[in-house]
C-alpha cells in the first residue's frame, strides 16, 4: 500500500515548516509553538495515519510508510524545501525523511527522540510494548503519563493529562501499538551521519526513553547538529513547556530559514 493524504492544517507565512507529532497524539500537539513561529513560517501540522483526522489503512506501519506520507503531502501542498520538525516518533520520521529526500529538506528538528539505545534500553521500550500487547494500552497508561510528565504538572493540569488520555484512548489500538512497533524497532544509529542538513536536538533532563545519553548520541552522530537539554522536564515538552522549547527552536529555524 503506498501514501495515503493525511489530514492537516496549514498557517503562517514564510518558507514551510511540516510539524510531525508523535504516538497516539495529533496536530494540535504544536498549537503552543505556532503564536512563535507563525509570522516567520508557514506551519504544516497533520495527523500521521491512523490517527485523529486522518484515513486509518490496515497495520502494520513501517517507518517508511510514514516517511512516504510526508512526502505525499509535501508534493500536494507544492512546496520545494521544507524544514521538518518532530517530537518523539516525529522525531524520527524527520530524519529518515531527510535521508529519503536529501533535496527537498533544509532542516530537521529533533525532539524527544531516541538513538543509539543499548541492549536494555531495548529491553525497556519493547517491555513496554510487549505489556501493551497483553493487557491493553488503557492498563498501561497511568505509567506512560509517568515518563511523559512530571509530577507537578500532572497535579497543576488535570485538563491537559485528560486530554491527552482521550487522545490515546481515541487512536485505535491497532494503530497505537504499530506505531510504537516503529518507534521501539527504529534504530537510527546506522544511518545518522548521512543526514547533512542542519539540525537541532532536544530534549528533557528527566526523559526516560529519550533521555540526554541518547541524545547527546544524535548530535554528536550528526553531522551539523546542536543540541539543547531542558531542565527538570520529562518526555512531553510541547504540552508541559512550550514556551522553553519554542525560544531555541526559533532562534534555530530563524538561522537556517532559507537553507
Same mark, same amino acid.
Given at each position: 500500500?503506498?501514501?495515503?493524504?493525511?489530514?492537516y492544517t496549514?498557517s503562517g507565512?514564510?518558507?514551510?515548516?511540516?510539524?510531525?507529532?508523535g504516538?497516539?497524539?495529533?496536530?494540535?500537539?504544536?498549537?503552543?509553538?505556532?503564536?512563535?513561529l507563525? %509570522?516567520?513560517?508557514?506551519?504544516?501540522?497533520?495527523?500521521l495515519?491512523g490517527?485523529?483526522?486522518?484515513?486509518?489503512p490496515?497495520?502494520p506501519y513501517?517507518?517508511?510508510?510514514?516517511?512516504?506520507?510526508? $512526502?505525499?503531502?509535501?508534493?500536494?501542498l507544492g512546496?520545494d524545501r521544507?524544514?521538518?520538525?518532530?517530537?518523539?516518533?516525529?522525531?524520527?520520521?524527520g530524519?529518515?525523511?531527510?535521508?529519503?529526500?536529501?533535496e527537498h529538506t533544509a532542516s530537521?528538528?529533533l525532539?524527544?527522540?531516541?538513538?543509539?539505545?543499548? $541492549?536494555?534500553d531495548?529491553?525497556?521500550v519493547?517491555g513496554?510494548v510487549?505489556?501493551m500487547r497483553a493487557?491493553?494500552?488503557?492498563?498501561?497508561l497511568?505509567?506512560l503519563?509517568?515518563?511523559?510528565?512530571t509530577d507537578e504538572?500532572i497535579a497543576a493540569?488535570?485538563?491537559a493529562i485528560?486530554n491527552r488520555?482521550q487522545?490515546?484512548?481515541g487512536?485505535p $489500538?491497532?494503530v497505537?501499538l504499530s506505531?510504537?512497533d516503529?518507534?521501539?524497532?527504529?534504530?537510527?544509529?546506522?544511518w545518522?551521519h548521512?543526514?547533512?542538513c542542519p539540525c537541532?536536538?532536544?530534549?528533557g $533532563?528527566?526523559?526516560?526513553g529519550c533521555?540526554p545519553?541518547l541524545?547527546?548520541?544524535?548530535?554528536? %552522530?550528526l553531522p551539523?547538529a546542536?543540541l539543547v537539554?531542558?531542565?527538570?522536564?520529562?518526555?512531553?515538552?510541547?504540552?508541559?513547556?512550550a514556551?522553553?522549547?519554542?525560544?531555541p527552536?526559533?532562534d534555530?529555524l530563524?538561522r537556517h530559514r532559507?537553507?
Amino acid at each position: 500500500m503506498g501514501a495515503i493524504d493525511v489530514s492537516y492544517t496549514v498557517s503562517g507565512e514564510g518558507p514551510p515548516l511540516y510539524m510531525v507529532h508523535g504516538i497516539g497524539s495529533r496536530r494540535v500537539t504544536w498549537d503552543g509553538l505556532l503564536p512563535g513561529l507563525e %509570522e516567520h513560517f508557514t506551519c504544516v501540522r497533520y495527523d500521521l495515519r491512523g490517527h485523529g483526522e486522518s484515513p486509518i489503512p490496515p497495520v502494520p506501519y513501517s517507518l517508511d510508510d510514514l516517511v512516504d506520507d510526508l $512526502e505525499a503531502l509535501r508534493q500536494r501542498l507544492g512546496h520545494d524545501r521544507i524544514h521538518v520538525i518532530g517530537h518523539s516518533l516525529g522525531g524520527q520520521i524527520g530524519p529518515a525523511y531527510a535521508l529519503a529526500h536529501p533535496e527537498h529538506t533544509a532542516s530537521v528538528i529533533l525532539l524527544s527522540t531516541a538513538a543509539g539505545r543499548t $541492549e536494555d534500553d531495548n529491553a525497556k521500550v519493547k517491555g513496554v510494548v510487549a505489556k501493551m500487547r497483553a493487557e491493553g494500552v488503557e492498563p498501561v497508561l497511568g505509567t506512560l503519563l509517568d515518563r511523559w510528565y512530571t509530577d507537578e504538572f500532572i497535579a497543576a493540569r488535570p485538563d491537559a493529562i485528560e486530554n491527552r488520555i482521550q487522545q490515546v484512548l481515541g487512536t485505535p $489500538e491497532d494503530v497505537f501499538l504499530s506505531v510504537f512497533d516503529v518507534y521501539a524497532g527504529a534504530e537510527m544509529a546506522p544511518w545518522l551521519h548521512q543526514v547533512t542538513c542542519p539540525c537541532l536536538v532536544m530534549t528533557g $533532563e528527566f526523559d526516560g526513553g529519550c533521555n540526554p545519553r541518547l541524545n547527546r548520541f544524535i548530535a554528536d %552522530e550528526l553531522p551539523d547538529a546542536e543540541l539543547v537539554i531542558l531542565d527538570d522536564l520529562k518526555h512531553s515538552i510541547l504540552i508541559e513547556a512550550a514556551d522553553q522549547v519554542l525560544g531555541p527552536v526559533r532562534d534555530f529555524l530563524l538561522r537556517h530559514r532559507d537553507a
